[in-house]
C-alpha cells in the first residue's frame, strides 16, 4: 500500500471518529472520559511510567483533565504538546 493510499485511509478514519465524537452525548462523553481514564491508570506502562506523554482535551475532546491531575499528584512529570497554531504542535 502507498503512502498516499494510507494517507486517504487515515484522512477518513480520522473524519469517521469526529463524526462520531461530535454526535456523543454529554453523558456518553463522561462515561466515555471515565473509562478511558480507568484502563490507562491501570496498564502496566503508566504504572512503570517516570514520565507521561499526555494531551489536554478542550471541547468535546476526551476529558482528560482528571488524568491529568492524577498524573501529577503521583509525582509523575507530564509532558503536553504546545499548539503554535490550528492544528500545529511542537
Not at 504504572?47 to 468535546?60: K, P, Q
Request: a positive charge; glycine letters at 6%.
Amino acid at each position: 500500500m502507498n503512502k498516499k493510499r494510507i494517507r486517504q485511509m487515515d484522512l477518513a478514519l480520522r473524519r469517521r471518529l469526529a463524526a462520531r465524537e461530535q454526535a456523543m452525548t454529554r453523558r456518553e462523553r463522561e462515561l466515555s472520559d471515565r473509562a478511558i481514564f480507568y484502563h490507562v491508570t491501570r496498564t502496566e506502562e503508566y504504572r512503570r511510567a517516570h514520565t507521561v506523554f499526555a494531551f489536554v482535551g478542550c471541547g468535546r475532546e476526551i476529558g482528560t483533565r482528571a488524568l491529568l491531575e492524577r498524573i501529577l499528584s503521583e509525582g509523575k512529570e507530564l509532558c503536553v504538546p504546545l499548539c503554535t497554531g490550528p492544528g500545529r504542535m511542537e
